[in-house]
């Protein structure tokens, strides 16, 4: 009987793929390395679980904080994307119930055309939040940059972060390690696609998050003092 003839394609593809480990202890090292690198790839994700889960509560039970921070989430034709709007709707919860007296709204305006901040606080300013009570951070280009601005521009010590449950601890734990003591409101949301990819690119975002942790960059753009927040503060006496 004659065999099976192999096309030449397929032969070379064979010839490519990489040998599989032939004895126990190159198999069992196989084993070891792919477990490693598991572990290392979730340590990060492991670290802001441990910093923040003690931190976390909801708006009913959240200490009274003097601000909230509200982190950007896009935007749909100038308007907040739903998941941005939740949040904002969450916050203006909190002003409303007395648990804050001031919103720093931190999202992207790098570009003319959009500005994230000045949406943010029209929806606020639509849901009974005073203007006078919001404050607008136009550099908040990522978690990292929005909590170091918070401390270091806008001077704030002491706030409740607003965001979804897939990314409120690594808010949390980014703003403990830029200096201010947080507390975490989650919005909940549906278990739709949206939120399964928040929750897989979360991953990735935690490594960036241990780095900036532990390196402490400056944000991509610092600037200049700002009295915002402690004018409106002033403003609330």
């Known amino acids: 009987m004659r065999g099976v003839r192999v096309p030449a394609r397929a032969a070379a593809r064979l010839r490519r793929r990489a040998p599989l480990p032939r004895t126990t202890r190159a198999r069992r090292r196989t084993v070891q390395a792919v477990m490693l690198g598991a572990v290392l790839a979730l340590a990060p994700a492991t670290w802001t679980h441990a910093v923040a889960d003690s931190r976390l509560r909801t708006t ?5 904080q003097d601000v909230a921070v509200v982190f950007g989430a896009g935007l749909w034709n ?5 998941y941005l709007a939740h949040r904002l ?63 270091k521009i806008f001077g704030v010590d002491r706030a409740v972060l607003v965001t979804q449950d897939f990314h409120i601890k690594r808010a949390v734990a980014l703003c403990r390690a830029a200096g201010i003591e947080s507390y975490g409101v ?13 929750g897989v690119r979360e991953l990735v975002a935690a490594g960036k998050a241990a780095v900036d942790a532990a390196l ?10 700002e009295e915002g927040v402690t004018e409106a503060l002033a403003s609330a006496h």
């Open 60 to 64: 009913a039970d959240v200490p009274a």
């Open 89 to 151: 709707d969450t916050a203006a919860e909190l002003y409303r119930a007395g648990k804050v007296k001031v919103v720093l709204v931190t999202g992207d305006n790098s570009r003319v055309e959009y500005d994230e901040p000045d949406a943010m606080r029209a929806y606020l300013t639509e849901r009974g939040v005073p203007d006078g009570r919001i404050v607008s951070d136009y550099a908040g280009f990522d978690t990292w940059d929005s909590c170091v601005r918070a401390k």
């Open 78 to 82: 100038g308007r907040p994307t739903p």
């Open 186 to 198: 989650k919005v909940v949301e549906p278990h739709d696609s949206v939120f399964y990819y928040g």
């Open 216 to 225: 402490r960059p400056d944000p991509h753009f610092l600037g200049e003092r």
